[in-house]
Structure formats: structure tokens, C-alpha cells
């Protein structure tokens, strides 16, 4: 009976409070829902009702019951403290959102952010990851004119050079003279289109600097640069000699970037070579090569070059050695050097101004990828590093050939096996191997890499 009679006030406190507020009226409403009331008028009235609820201090939690059961549950648990709860402002209970719809609903204070240093902006910029400047720049004008800006330009020339890309041609049939760049640091392939000039013609990507490809066709001769991001591009004047196959190209900046231009130099086995001046937008023929050369130098538009301080170097095999040439000075030089023995297909490399040697090792059945570096007090080779044993294992008893298409500090090599083209990569300072991920056609299948050469990606480099 006690409990009865305390139930009883409870009702009738609470049915004073809804009459104090005006509100009692819903409770009939609800209990008795066939009133004499117009229907419309009877739904208006409970809509006003609900929304006095929300502007009122409580907010009551009825765990999904309905209303006909309503009072009877919040008198039950009138007691537990946590099923009625104290809502300030009268403001449902905060839930939690996800992470797109925060910051879909965060705005930026204009007030704060239009007084952002240019500078510093574009300094920010400059340090993001190139795929994501990629995306930004079609956020507004503004910031896809960053690619002329010369301010920003000189915050790229700042940012420390990362690992480089990767350009790589492919002369199958269906897709024949289409590139491929390898982003080591995403291990992802992009596809950038060729420009048109150079869409039917058989190219070969045989140098690099400063974000810019050299690229040589090897049917009409021509030189050609481009940036691959941008699809910046040049073709070179015609030339004073005429160039066969059986040349070597290299590259050098003027200065950090290629504001300041870009020299080209390219040299036959015969001794004949030619430099080209990006400023001038001229071929010089500076004559042959001093007599202390030994000619022929056996070499062809896939030896690889590498550039320490402004000197290129070029590998050869007759003699064995490497030639080197200083673009500032104009002076030729040749390092008699034996090969390593048992070395097969091999290309130099460089890291950090280190002189560097990477080749196929084959004696009897068994081969392995090995990695040299130069002595300079001895002028001799001494073995660093080589391929893990397990991958060499794939190599036993079969046929392999090797070519390198990059050397610049990360090392992109291509190793065919019959009709197997498998592509690794070798970090030269981490002592590094990894397997590159195979470069699909559009339509599924694996494209066959022919040639390559590595680039520092830069977004504001111009041919």
C-alpha cells in the first residue's frame, strides 16, 4: 500500500509539472486517440507539443519504448539516475560523427587563413609528395599557376631530392612507344601520355636531370626533352655531325634547377661527340677526342651515364675502364679499369659521388646480381653487396640477361628469364632489394620493358 500511495504522488507531481507547462494535454491525446477533435487539428497539436519537448530542459531516454507504455516506464525507472537524463540548452545528447562528415563541417576561418605568408604556402606546397600536388592543382587557378611561379620553383630546388622515378619504354604492338613511371616510394605505376611528336616514332629514354628526360629516335637521329609530369617539351635543333646508334648521352644543370638551363652532351665510339646548351639552344662541335683516347669505345644509346660535380662518366669495354668528361672545362679523361671476372651484362651507377658497378655474375650454372664500388686510390672494384641467395636460386641453370634502367642512388633493374621480365630495385645506401610490382597494359596484361632511365621528379621543370 506504501508503495502504491508513493506511485500515486509520483503521478500526480508529474501531471502537475505537464499542466504547469502547459502540456497536459498530449497525455490524453495519446491514451485516447479517438477524441472529438478534427484528426488535423489533433496531429498539429501533438507536432506543438514535441516541439515544446525539445525546448524544454529535459530530455527524456526511453530506450525505444512506445508511448502507450511511456509513463508507466519512466516512473519504473524514475530511480536509476542514468535513464533520465539532464540536457542543458535542451540539446539531444551529442553522437559521434565520422571523420568525413567533421571535416566536411569544419570551415576554415577566413580571418586567420587570408593573412597566410605566400611564401610560407608555397614553401608547404612544395614539400608535399608529387602524386598529391597533382590533386591540388585542380583545386583553383591559383594554385595550378604554381608550375610558372620562379618563387616556387626555388622552394622545389630547396627540398632535398628523395628517391627518384623511374621512365621506362615499352615497344610492344598494341601499345608500342607508350611510357610507363615507376614511383618507387608508392610502388605505383602511372601512365602519362607521350606527346604527339613523339607518338610514332621508336624513342629511348637515355638521360636525365633537374625532372627533365633526354630521349633519342633512333631512326631520324633527333633529340627530344620532356618533363613527364607536366608534358613539358622540346625538340633539339638539328646537329652539325651526324649521330648513329652507337652513341652514349648524358645530362648536367647549369645550376640547382633548370632555370639556369641544362647542357646535353652526347658522344659516338668513333670519338665524335657534340654538347647542347638549353640557354643558347645551340649544338656546339667542339672537335674530336685528344689522342690519349683509345678508340673505338663500344658504346651504344643504352649505356647508361652518371654525372658527379658536373663530370659525366661513360662506362667501356675496349679498353676496359670508364671515360669521363667535364662539362665546365671541356677535359676528356680515361680510367683503365678491369672488370671484375665472370661479369656479364653491367652498367655503372653512382650514389652520393660514389662510383658504382652493378652486374651479372655467371659461372657455370649459377648466376647473381652483384654490386661494386670504385677504389680511387687503387682505381680497382671491391664487391659491396649482392643479390639475396634465394632470389639467385630462380637464376640456376637458366639464361639470364640484365639491364639497368636507373642509376641514380635507387637502382632499377630488369632481369629476363626466356619470356619472364622481372624488375627489382636496389637501394644503394639502405643495401636494399625489393620486387617492383608488374606494369600492366589498360587491359590487364604485363608490359614488356624495354628501356628506362631514372628521374628526380620536378613539377616546375621546364624543357
Not at 147 to 155: A, G, M, T, V
Not at 268 to 288: Q, R
Amino acid at each position: 500500500m506504501e508503495e502504491l500511495a508513493m506511485l500515486r504522488q509520483l503521478i500526480g507531481e508529474f501531471q502537475e509539472l505537464c499542466e504547469l507547462h502547459g502540456s497536459s494535454l498530449p497525455y490524453n491525446l495519446h491514451r485516447h486517440p479517438h477524441h472529438r477533435l478534427h484528426p488535423t487539428l489533433h496531429e498539429q497539436l501533438i507536432q506543438q507539443h514535441q516541439r515544446l519537448q525539445l525546448q524544454r530542459w529535459c530530455f527524456l531516454d526511453f530506450n525505444n519504448s512506445t508511448i502507450d507504455d511511456g509513463y508507466y516506464n519512466l516512473v519504473m525507472r524514475g530511480a536509476k539516475s542514468s535513464n533520465f537524463k539532464m540536457v542543458e540548452n535542451c540539446k539531444p545528447p551529442p553522437t559521434k560523427k565520422s571523420r568525413r562528415e567533421r571535416s566536411s563541417n569544419e570551415i576554415m576561418e577566413e580571418h586567420i587563413w587570408k593573412e597566410f605568408p605566400e611564401d610560407l604556402f608555397e614553401a608547404v606546397i612544395a614539400r608535399l609528395p608529387i602524386a598529391i600536388f597533382f590533386q591540388f592543382r585542380s583545386v583553383c587557378r591559383k594554385w595550378n599557376s604554381l608550375l610558372s611561379s620562379n618563387s616556387f620553383s626555388q622552394h622545389c630546388a630547396e627540398v632535398p631530392q628523395s628517391h627518384p622515378w623511374f621512365y621506362t619504354i615499352t615497344h610492344e604492338n598494341e601499345y608500342a612507344h607508350s611510357g610507363a613511371v615507376y614511383d618507387p616510394s608508392l610502388k605505383k605505376w602511372h601512365h602519362p601520355p607521350i606527346p604527339s611528336l613523339m607518338a610514332n616514332i621508336i624513342i629511348f629514354p637515355v638521360a636525365s636531370v633537374g625532372g627533365l628526360v633526354c630521349f633519342l629516335d633512333i631512326g631520324n637521329m633527333n633529340f627530344y626533352v620532356c618533363n613527364p609530369l607536366t608534358q613539358s617539351f622540346k625538340k633539339l635543333p638539328p646537329r652539325s655531325v651526324r649521330v648513329w646508334s652507337r652513341v652514349a648521352v648524358g645530362m648536367t644543370l647549369n645550376g640547382s634547377s633548370t632555370d639556369k638551363g641544362y647542357k646535353i652532351l652526347w658522344v659516338g665510339y668513333n670519338g665524335e661527340y657534340e654538347v647542347y646548351d638549353s640557354v643558347k639552344n645551340t649544338w656546339t662541335h667542339p672537335g674530336s677526342m685528344p689522342t690519349n683516347i683509345k678508340l673505338p669505345l663500344s658504346l651504344n644509346f643504352q649505356s647508361q651515364s652518371i654525372s658527379v660535380d658536373g663530370t659525366l662518366y661513360f662506362m667501356c669495354a675496349e679498353p676496359e675502364g670508364i671515360v669521363s668528361y667535364d662539362m665546365a672545362t671541356g677535359v676528356w679523361k680515361q680510367f683503365t679499369i678491369p672488370s671484375p671476372p665472370h661479369l656479364a651484362d653491367h652498367a655503372i651507377a653512382q650514389c652520393g659521388g660514389r662510383i658504382m658497378l652493378v652486374g651479372l655474375l655467371s659461372k657455370n650454372a649459377a648466376t647473381c646480381v652483384c654490386i661494386w664500388e670504385l677504389q680511387k686510390m687503387t682505381l680497382l672494384w671491391k664487391e659491396v653487396d649482392r643479390m639475396p641467395n634465394i632470389w639467385c636460386l630462380d637464376f640456376y641453370g637458366k639464361h639470364v640477361r640484365m639491364a639497368c634502367l636507373g642509376n641514380k642512388g635507387l637502382l632499377m633493374l630488369s632481369l629476363r628469364l626466356g619470356q619472364k621480365n622481372r624488375l627489382v630495385t636496389y637501394n644503394i645506401l639502405n643495401r636494399e632489394w625489393k620486387r617492383v610490382p608488374g606494369c600492366m597494359f589498360p587491359r590487364g596484361r604485363k608490359r614488356w620493358i624495354a628501356s628506362g632511365t631514372a628521374f628526380h621528379p620536378c613539377p616546375t621543370a621546364v624543357a
